[in-house]
């Protein structure tokens, strides 16, 4: 089965600082695909970047980028220069493959940037 | 602006009054998606549809219609609503069925079943 974990339930960073967000998973298939979505106070489900499996390079989108290591399964997100408006939750997922196309999420972290 | 909309965003309605939240989406994708989203239950698919007329039952159908008879269109029917049925729903679509690219959200509909 897969699976995704998030095992942050919270964090907070100060304004302009770095953070890191972890998220391990589990899957059976050798190509993929991995997404973060940001859920801002408006509940909107928002994507901030995904990353093929078949892809050595680490996806970047601006201030945010992954550190991919598909050996370990593990896919953590680094926001870089922190925002007042990163305040969100964030959910890791990964598509199923054979359950209707279904998203697979994480629990979600629960992002605070502070002033 | 490439989007997927929702209609309406709130609603509060009674026990048994039919009701229906319309989804649509300018990107022509073929797969469209409902989701539900509860505290400590997360995002929980109710249906799902690969093309026109083709749909398919997610992990919690019961309660729940839909139907496609457009690309764009994916209306999700609660013919009898419960108060179980309160939650956040989401509509997303993506390019191909299975989802393997990116699955993209509508604004989400907040439903009060009383």
């Known amino acids: 089965a897969q699976t995704v974990t998030q095992s942050q339930p919270e964090m907070s960073v100060q304004e302009a600082e770095t953070v890191t967000l972890s998220c391990t998973y589990d899957t059976s298939e050798s190509n993929y695909y991995l997404f973060w979505y940001k859920q801002p106070p408006s509940r909107q489900m928002i994507l901030v970047i995904r990353?093929?499996?078949?892809?050595?390079q680490n996806a970047t989108e601006n201030r945010f980028s992954v550190n991919f290591q598909k050996a370990a399964k593990s896919f953590s997100l680094k926001i870089s220069d922190s925002q007042l408006g990163d305040t969100a939750m964030y959910f890791c997922?990964?598509?199923?493959?054979?359950?209707?196309?279904?998203?697979?999420f994480g629990q979600g972290t629960e992002l605070s940037v502070k002033p | 602006e490439a989007q997927v909309t929702q209609n309406p965003r709130y609603l509060i309605t009674v026990t048994g009054k039919k009701l229906t939240v319309t989804c649509s989406q300018n990107m022509n994708h073929e797969y469209m998606s409902w989701y539900r989203q509860d505290p400590g239950l997360g995002l929980r698919q109710i249906y799902y549809?690969?093309?026109?007329?083709?749909?398919d039952k997610g992990d919690v159908p019961e309660g729940y219609k839909v139907s496609r008879k457009e690309k764009r269109n994916f209306p999700l029917i609660l013919e009898s609503p419960s108060p179980n049925q309160t939650s956040l729903y989401f509509c997303a679509s993506s390019d191909f069925p299975g989802s393997q690219e990116t699955q993209y959200f509508g604004p989400g509909t907040r439903l009060l079943v009383l």
């Open positions: 997922a990964l598509p199923s493959y054979n359950q209707g196309g279904k998203l697979i």
């Open positions: 549809s690969m093309n026109v007329e083709v749909t």
């Open positions: 990353q093929e499996a078949y892809k050595q």
